[in-house]
């Protein structure tokens, strides 16, 4: 077997409107429905958005709010990127910070979805 890519994940979400505000109008991810599930699309991948544990089945066993750990690529100046959570006021979790990444080297800034994940947008230090 030989895994190529990731092609979408779950969070989990106590708020939906705070949810599709962070991800929609601050990372400028693309909101769409699927039947009754909410999702977020970026690049060629998707985040599901499920409002609460469990919502749709199957489902991790211990699916919860604030549980996930991500990291999203950028090709933006982090600089730029650290203004815009700050003018959004999404508090900075941990500031621009050398990382190694699946390509190789990187710089990374952190920070907490409304949910309580942990995002990491990075970039890599050859873009």
């Avoid at 769409?32 to 909410?38: D, R």
């Avoid at 060629?44 to 999203?72: M, V, W």
Wanted: proline letters at 3%; glycine letters at 8%.
């Amino acid at each position: 077997m030989k895994i190529q890519e990731i092609d979408h994940f779950v969070i989990v979400t106590e708020n939906l409107e705070a949810c599709l505000h962070f991800y929609q109008d601050i990372l400028h991810m693309h909101h769409g429905m699927n039947g009754q599930q909410h999702y977020l699309a970026f690049g060629r991948q998707k985040i599901n958005i499920h409002t609460f544990p469990g919502e749709f089945e199957p489902s991790a066993k211990y699916a919860g709010y604030g549980t996930n750990d991500f990291c999203l690529i950028t090709t933006d100046d982090l600089e730029k990127v650290k203004n815009v959570f700050q003018e959004s006021g999404v508090a900075i979790a941990q500031d621009i910070c050398e990382k190694v990444g699946a390509r190789g080297p990187m710089h990374s800034l952190y920070v907490y979805d409304p949910d309580g994940n942990l995002i990491e947008i990075a970039k890599y230090d050859e873009e």
